[in-house]
């Protein structure tokens, strides 16, 4: 079983950045991959970004350019580096560990707003 936690989301003006965080613990692989996803009011979660186990990433469109999103291997931690953040950004944001299976976590708000 493994247990992944975010943590890092929070209020921000148009612009600003946030870092999110995502932890990882239990029986964790070696060889895995970490990405994150968000979902707006009444709709379904949509990938933001992902890393895969080889070390690839893949973005969303509506991100590219000003997200990005990394990992510890070693600690099997991502995280994602949110600038120019707009209103539209604003979502619950929930990061997955895929290793033989995957597990999400609970979320972390992220709230864009002047």
């Known amino acids: 079983q493994v247990e992944v936690v975010e943590s890092g989301g929070g209020l921000v003006q148009p612009g600003g950045t946030l870092r999110l965080s995502c932890k990882a613990s239990?029986?964790?692989?070696?060889?895995?991959?970490m990405g994150w996803y968000r979902q707006f009011p009444g709709n379904q979660r949509a990938m933001v970004a992902e890393?895969?186990?080889?070390?690839?990433?893949n973005y969303a469109d509506a991100v590219k350019g000003r997200f990005t999103i990394s990992r510890l291997n070693a600690y099997a931690t991502g995280y994602l580096q949110m600038n120019a953040l707009k209103e539209e950004d604003t979502a619950v944001y929930y990061c997955?560990?895929?290793?033989?299976?995957?597990?999400w976590g609970q979320g972390t708000q992220v709230t864009v707003s002047s």
């Open positions: 997955y560990y895929k290793g033989s299976r995957t597990f």
């Open positions: 239990g029986l964790i692989s070696p060889y895995y991959g």
């Open positions: 890393i895969k186990a080889d070390g690839a990433t």
